[in-house]
Protein backbone atom coordinates (compact mmCIF):
# COMPACT_ATOMS: atom_id res chain seq x y z
CA UNK A 1 0.00 0.00 0.00
CA UNK A 2 1.05 3.39 -0.70
CA UNK A 3 0.61 5.06 2.59
CA UNK A 4 -2.01 8.13 2.29
CA UNK A 5 -1.00 11.60 2.73
CA UNK A 6 -4.50 12.64 4.67
CA UNK A 7 -3.45 11.89 8.10
CA UNK A 8 -6.44 12.63 10.41
CA UNK A 9 -5.69 12.26 14.49
CA UNK A 10 -8.04 11.15 17.02
CA UNK A 11 -11.05 13.48 17.79
CA UNK A 12 -9.95 12.40 21.26
CA UNK A 13 -6.51 14.53 20.95
CA UNK A 14 -6.36 17.55 22.58
CA UNK A 15 -3.49 19.88 23.61
CA UNK A 16 -0.62 19.05 25.97
CA UNK A 17 -0.32 15.19 26.20
CA UNK A 18 -3.54 15.01 23.94
CA UNK A 19 -1.32 15.39 20.95
CA UNK A 20 0.61 12.06 21.53
CA UNK A 21 -2.00 9.89 19.65
CA UNK A 22 -2.40 7.59 17.15
CA UNK A 23 -3.15 9.08 13.43
CA UNK A 24 -5.17 6.98 10.97
CA UNK A 25 -5.77 7.31 6.62
CA UNK A 26 -7.69 5.52 4.61
CA UNK A 27 -7.62 4.53 1.00
CA UNK A 28 -9.51 2.07 -0.37
CA UNK A 29 -8.30 -1.18 0.41
CA UNK A 30 -6.35 -0.30 3.65
CA UNK A 31 -6.21 1.82 7.02
CA UNK A 32 -3.09 3.00 7.64
CA UNK A 33 -1.87 3.40 11.26
CA UNK A 34 0.89 5.53 12.59
CA UNK A 35 2.54 7.32 16.03
CA UNK A 36 1.61 10.83 15.80
CA UNK A 37 4.73 11.76 17.41
CA UNK A 38 7.31 9.96 15.11
CA UNK A 39 5.27 9.82 11.72
CA UNK A 40 8.38 9.24 9.31
CA UNK A 41 8.74 5.81 11.40
CA UNK A 42 6.90 2.47 10.87
CA UNK A 43 3.16 2.74 9.84
CA UNK A 44 0.60 -0.78 10.73
CA UNK A 45 -1.56 -1.06 7.50
CA UNK A 46 -5.22 -3.12 7.95
CA UNK A 47 -7.10 -4.02 5.10
CA UNK A 48 -10.61 -1.53 5.37
CA UNK A 49 -13.02 -4.62 5.74
CA UNK A 50 -11.03 -5.86 9.46
CA UNK A 51 -10.31 -2.21 10.46
CA UNK A 52 -13.40 -2.46 12.75
CA UNK A 53 -13.21 -6.06 14.07
CA UNK A 54 -9.86 -4.87 14.99
CA UNK A 55 -10.65 -1.92 16.76
CA UNK A 56 -13.54 -4.22 18.69
CA UNK A 57 -10.78 -6.91 19.47
CA UNK A 58 -8.41 -4.08 21.07
CA UNK A 59 -11.17 -3.16 23.20
CA UNK A 60 -12.30 -6.25 24.08
CA UNK A 61 -9.51 -8.38 24.81
CA UNK A 62 -6.31 -5.99 25.27
CA UNK A 63 -3.38 -7.48 23.28
CA UNK A 64 -0.32 -7.55 25.02
CA UNK A 65 2.10 -9.62 22.57
CA UNK A 66 2.90 -9.96 18.95
CA UNK A 67 1.65 -13.40 19.22
CA UNK A 68 -1.74 -12.41 20.33
CA UNK A 69 -2.14 -10.13 17.61
CA UNK A 70 -0.95 -13.08 15.34
CA UNK A 71 -3.77 -15.31 16.57
CA UNK A 72 -6.10 -12.28 16.00
CA UNK A 73 -5.30 -12.05 12.49
CA UNK A 74 -6.20 -15.94 11.88
Same mark, same amino acid.
Given at each position: ??????????????? #??????? *???? +?????? &?? %?????????????? #??????? *???? +?????? &?? %???????
Amino acid at each position: MTTPDNWRKSSYSGS #GDGNACV *EIAH +NTTHIA &VR %DSKAPARATLTIPT #GAFTPFL *EALK +NEPYST &VT %DFARFRG
